[in-house]
Nanobody, 113 residues
Framework: QVQLVESGGGLVQAGGSLRLSCAAS????????MGWYRQAPGKQRGMVAT???????MYADSVQGRFTISRDNAKNTVSLQMNSLKPEDTDGYYC???????WGQGTQVTVSS
């Protein structure tokens, strides 16, 4: 089973930036669709961004133009660059191997106003 480990969350002021990273334990990651999802306590987990094997990306409307997802298949990593952060971006962020349905443990992002 692929293990996914996120890093890079933290506390930032509104307007600031954070970069989340997700490291996969196995090389098969390079054949899988990967994504970042977010979840607030008591709410459903929702898609933030996904990236295909070929690099095609999709974004939630709320982050379009502010967030950028990327992948490095040689390093088995997928990243989420988050710019112009808003307080409403505060959530737990989770990396997902969409193809295989595996989740990381999540990392908290808190944006202060």
């Amino acid at each position: 089973q692929v293990q996914l480990v996120e890093s890079g969350g933290g506390l930032v002021q509104a307007g600031g930036s954070l970069r989340l990273s997700c490291a996969a334990s196995r090389g098969i990651f390079s054949m899988d669709v990967m994504g970042w999802y977010r979840q607030a306590p008591g709410k459903q987990r929702g898609m933030v961004a996904t990236i295909s094997v070929g690099g095609n990306t999709m974004y939630a409307d709320s982050v379009q133009g502010r967030f950028t997802i990327s992948r490095d298949n040689a390093k088995n990593t997928v990243s989420l660059q988050m710019n112009s952060l808003k307080p409403e971006d505060t959530d737990g962020y989770y990396c997902k191997d969409v193809t295989r349905g595996h989740w990381g443990q999540g990392t908290q992002v808190t944006v202060s106003s």
